[in-house]
């Protein structure tokens, strides 16, 4: 599908865009809008702030939990080391 990085490097930017563009109007902008069919197009707005949480969450539970796996071995070794 993608030849070259470039092109995978734009598409990943263009994503991020509109990502970012819908969640800033998403939070910033929706309150301030009275037109239903607008709305419709949003979820809740409690789920604006639910949904970034728990990914942070999940990335730093990722983050402890990658460490731990690539320290304990180096544990492990200095106290069969010191026996």
Known sequence: MFDSDRKKGKAVLI???VL??????????LPFIDDDRLKSL???H???LVIPASLGLIFIGGLILFTVYHVKPY???KIKKAE
């Open 75 to 77: 544990l492990f070794y």
């Open 15 to 17: 994503l991020t865009s």
């Open 46 to 48: 409690d789920l604006a």
């Open 20 to 29: 970012f563009l819908y969640y800033t109007v998403w939070v910033i902008g």
């Open 42 to 44: 949003f979820y809740s």
